[in-house]
């Protein structure tokens, strides 16, 4: 018989001056949610996470194309280039969501042309 309830992270205790829970209670109430919820959701905004790589080629993706389409000159040629270049190494570079990650202590030619 397999398990198909979702698995649910250890508690964690935490201990916190009474006042502070008093308040991260009145706030869960006021956002009609658990004082867990208003927690982990205070914390999300304190410490985002950080944009995958496959976000941040999309951006700079997206930063060429705008490039490309204001091409008024050679420079703004060049960029909108380099810029489709760098997405290039960072996709080679770097795994996509989903896909293992590469040794972080192999030195592979991709990793040594990102360093300079």
Known sequence: MT???PKQEPPYGLRMPPDLKERVKRAAEANNRSMNAEIVNALEEKF???PTWSEVADFIEKAAQKLGEM???QE???ASKALLELIDVLRDAIPLEGEPESDPNK???TTRS???
């Open 76 to 78: 703004w040629a060049d």
């Open 71 to 73: 091409e008024q000159d």
């Open 3 to 5: 398990d198909s309830a």
């Open 48 to 50: 985002p996470r950080a």
């Open 114 to 116: 990102l360093a300079g």
């Open 107 to 109: 030195n592979s030619p």
